[in-house]
């Protein structure tokens, strides 16, 4: 349908320190979600504070790290949990939906993990995955679990800024995952794993999904869609994991650059960063890498450093 875009390569930019990889550890998550796939860690969730430190999480054995400009790791909470997105908000309050435990708070001086919402109605989540913040401090976030095209079930939420009211968006989706904002926050992208897509939902006035429908078809890998970031000029960043390729697609859809792994295939998660906000981070979680490449647009400005 379109003709190849060019292709971005990557570099690394932080290394796991082999003190901190559990190689030959065990966990819950690896069980389930990787079958048992002796992976020493699972980098995901990557946000970036005011101070340009990168803050990333380690799902399958539920560790935060914070990784400095020049790449070095330290370890913020080490705790039970299987955290997997994190955004911080602009009083530097750190989010982490915890796939586990719910949406949970971070305290970066201490590393306590603080219950947020884990009990909705006195009910579980399935799973939460990732989160996002709007300009008017709504945080958004996506409940996985184990749905996709045979259960989809899962939800898309919103807690509202100001009266900290838990709402149900979408409640059909087959495996939501990541998710971001337009410029003008009328439309939410919804990363659909399962369904190998990204997903549309434009948003009435009053908070409402109406009309949603698929923005991009994606073929191929061995997951699908995840982590998504805007740049300045609207374009849209896709993590494919399972294909080891991050997708930077137009305002329209039209893929714009491929920007390709050269270590592993689980490119999950992304981020805007570095000096100019041109540089795009990555984690690939096969091998507990986080990469870099430089792009022409700047990303767009997150609730954190607005």
């Not at 060019?6 to 003190?19: G, Q, S």
């Not at 504070?49 to 909470?77: E, H, K, M, W």
Request: aromatic share 8%.
């Amino acid at each position: 349908m379109f003709a190849p875009p060019p292709i971005v390569e990557t570099e690394v930019f932080a290394r796991l320190p082999e003190d901190s990889r559990r190689a030959g550890r065990r966990s819950e998550w690896l069980d389930v979600q990787m079958r048992g796939r002796p992976l020493d860690s699972f980098l995901e969730g990557p946000s970036f504070d005011r101070q340009g430190n990168l803050y990333c999480v380690d799902i399958a054995f539920g560790r935060i790290f914070r990784v400095a400009p020049d790449g070095s790791f330290a370890t913020v909470a080490d705790y039970d949990g299987e955290p997997n997105g994190l955004k911080i908000h602009k009083d530097g309050r750190i989010f982490v939906a915890d796939h586990k435990n719910g949406i949970l708070l971070l305290d970066p001086a201490t590393g306590a993990m603080t219950p947020h919402v884990d009990r909705p109605l006195l009910e579980r989540f399935k799973g939460v995955n990732d989160l996002f913040f709007a300009a008017n401090g709504d945080l958004y976030f996506t409940d996985q679990g184990q749905t996709g095209l045979h259960d989809p079930t899962g939800r898309l939420y919103r807690i509202d800024g100001a009266t900290g009211r838990l709402e149900t968006i979408l409640d059909n989706v087959p495996s939501p995952n990541g998710l971001v904002m337009d410029r003008a926050e009328e439309v939410m992208f919804l990363a659909v794993t399962r369904d190998n897509a990204v997903w549309r939902v434009p948003l009435l006035a009053e908070g409402r999904a109406s009309k949603v429908g698929r923005f991009i078809q994606l073929s191929g890998s061995l997951g699908g869609p995840d982590g998504l970031a805007l740049d300045r000029d609207g374009n849209i960043a896709v993590a494919h994991a399972g294909l080891g390729v991050v997708w930077i697609f137009s305002p329209l859809g039209e893929p714009l650059y491929r920007v390709q792994s050269r270590t592993g295939i689980l490119t999950t998660n992304i981020a805007y960063g570095g000096p100019a906000g041109r540089t795009l981070f990555i984690t690939e979680s096969d091998t507990g890498l986080i990469l870099k490449a430089e792009l022409p647009v700047p990303g767009q400005t997150m609730f954190a450093h607005a």
